[in-house]
């Protein structure tokens, strides 16, 4: 099964949901030939965080999936990252060893029991 793209997965749920092309870019606050670029994945620039935002909301999706297929990082995850110089060798050990955030979740989750 291939992974579904960004514009792949806005225009599928549009469509479930209904929604017009022109409808759904209004309600994001971008035009109706931007949404259609995305949608056909012809948009050489992935959208920015705000429109991602708007999209999420709109189409009840999760903003960090969205962001996740249009190859961005969330500026509060970013953020969070350059405090802590660390962080990064973290990530890489993390990706090294085949970790998924799931697997991570689970490891937080068996440490809270323990305390």
């Known amino acids: 099964m291939t992974k579904e793209s960004l514009g792949q997965r806005i225009r ?10 022109r409808e759904t870019a209004k309600k994001v606050g971008i035009s109706p030939a931007y949404l259609s670029r995305i949608e056909t994945n012809e948009e050489k620039t992935p959208p920015g965080e705000k ?3 708007g999209l ?10 969205l962001m996740s297929l249009a190859g961005r990082v969330p500026a509060d995850v970013k953020e969070f ?15 090294e060893r085949g970790y998924s955030a ?9 440490d809270k029991r323990k305390k």
């Open 12 to 21: 599928r749920l549009r469509d479930e949901k209904d929604l017009g092309l």
């Open 51 to 53: 429109v991602l935002k």
């Open 56 to 65: 999420a909301e709109v189409l009840d999706d999760k903003i960090d999936l």
């Open 81 to 95: 990252i350059a405090k802590d110089p660390g962080l990064p060798q973290f990530l890489r050990s993390v990706r």
């Open 102 to 110: 799931e697997d991570l979740q689970r490891l937080l989750q068996k």
